[in-house]
């Protein structure tokens, strides 16, 4: 499933206070894709994973999720695409997980809703398969390393294999083993269903496998790495966020000329008097 966005706004207000928490994302991420989604604290990493999931709507801008934009849809049409089309699987396993079902159970559990509004859902014993649980299915939660809690969680995110399937921190409480294993069966399910997922991570070895990532810095697309290259991205009204190592020497007001030499964009501070020594390959 296809995801876009276009100026995505989103102002929490409380108590007379407003925090821009989004101010101005623009995104395209084709159907299949499997893209991290990187950022310091606080840079709007979990807001733009709710308002994708269309938990709440953005206080400007559109939202495409497939043939939906979320932004004007009723919260009918939100639920039922929630029911079945987009899966959002929270930071720790267990909270996507009810404590006294087995991984079975709580994948049955979890197309519920689904059956209702659509009949075609997989076997529950299907979906635990997919994600590789093996022996585990049929076993009481406590039972589990946290590594395979985490493999039930995937398998309840995956209970109807939604076209979208969005991941907040999926490995952040997992030692390297159990880390490698989970993202290996996204990968598997990202491959096997088509599904597209965006995950949010904080952990580099992790970015490293995906082939796309993109940082949220500040509320916007601060940049994108691709196969472990970094890119700044041109927005669609034609900005061009400078990289936070390039941010600390051209200073907000710095004067910047865009200079084309033998194929490629020298950026040259106004107050660089020997254009050579100020130069920025763009
Ligand atoms: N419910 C809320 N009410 C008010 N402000 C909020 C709320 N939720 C988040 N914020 C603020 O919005 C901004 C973005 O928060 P968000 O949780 O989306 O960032 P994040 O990148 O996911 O951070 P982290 O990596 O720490 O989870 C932050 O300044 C945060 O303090």
Redesign the pocket.
Known sequence: MRVSTRGLVLI?R?EGHE?A?LSGVDLDIEAGEMVGLL?P???????LLSLLAGLFRPSAGKVFVGPHELSSATPRELDALRAREVSLMLQGAVRNLLPYFTPIENVRFAQGAARVVRGDVPSPEEVVAGVGLGDDAHRPLAELSPGHLQLAALAVSMATTPGLLLADEPTSQLDHEARDLVLERMALVNREFGTTIVLVTHDPDVAATLPRTIT?RDGRVGGEGRSGEEYAVVTPDGFLPLPGHVRENLLPGTLVRFHLEDGNYLLLPESSEQPSEGRHRA
């Open positions: 929490y409380s925090v928490a950022g604290s606080g840079s709007g990493k979990s807001t949220i």
